[in-house]
């Protein structure tokens, strides 16, 4: 298996729901990560998970919380998102952290907030 | 961090070389560049990547100046397929974060 596969492809939010966003690799890779992709704009790091840690949370609102229940899985808990926070997220992970491993992505959950 | 500049878009007739360059001057000793790109509304591909030396997979091939100033993401024959935005990104030395810039959408044509 060689994927990044993230759960729901589209998802449709209300501004008072709570929801979460799935993301499961089964490569053995030990770094995981979130980013955020606006329109017509390159996609932009959120957190980055190292041996199920939090190792880096780029200032981050707290109506998203990031979870690494174990090293397949990494899940993003939504609450309270405003319409602006509508965009592609997208879920990496690499074998390790450091320079020489690339990322593989997965095809990213479309977030639409109304 | 060490910035990359590249231009916001190029046109290539199917069939032929595409040539993407990437400006990279501030770039440390140590620090790779990678290129990704990114089909519309998928989650970007890893392509290459290297450090001093040019490279070359079943991608692409990927040539380095001397100085690592610039790079440049060579496909040699063009498909409809590759249509796509192309990131080059220089890997930073702290973390292992791996940080898109504007990138060059590139648009293949019959």
């Known amino acids: 298996d060689t994927e990044v596969t993230q759960t729901p492809k589209h998802l449709v939010m209300g501004m008072t729901n709570k929801k979460s966003l799935k993301c499961e690799q089964h490569m053995g890779h030990r770094a995981m990560y979130w980013y955020k992709q606006k329109a017509k704009k390159p996609p932009e790091l959120m957190f980055v998970y190292s041996y199920e840690k939090l190792s880096i949370n780029e200032s981050v609102p707290s109506r998203f919380s990031p979870e690494c229940p174990n090293s397949s899985l990494l899940n993003l808990h939504l609450h309270a998102l405003q319409p602006e926070d509508s965009a592609l997220y997208l879920c990496a992970s690499s074998q390790r952290e450091g320079q020489n491993y690339g990322y593989t992505f997965g095809s990213g959950t479309r977030l639409t907030v109304v | ?110």
């Open chain 2, 1 to 110: 961090d060490a910035k990359t500049t590249q231009p916001p878009s190029m046109d290539c007739a199917e069939g032929r070389a595409a040539n993407l360059p990437c400006n990279h001057s501030t770039i440390s000793g140590n620090e790779y560049v990678y290129w990704y790109r990114q089909i519309h509304s998928q989650g970007p591909q890893y392509i290459i990547h290297g450090l001093k030396n040019n490279e070359t997979n079943e991608m692409a091939s990927l040539i380095i100046t001397e100085d690592r100033k610039s790079s440049t993401l060579i496909l040699p024959h063009a498909t409809l397929r590759d249509t796509a935005v192309y990131y080059c990104i220089v890997r930073q030395n702290a973390g292992n974060m791996l940080t898109f810039g504007g990138g060059t959408r590139l648009m293949v044509k019959p």
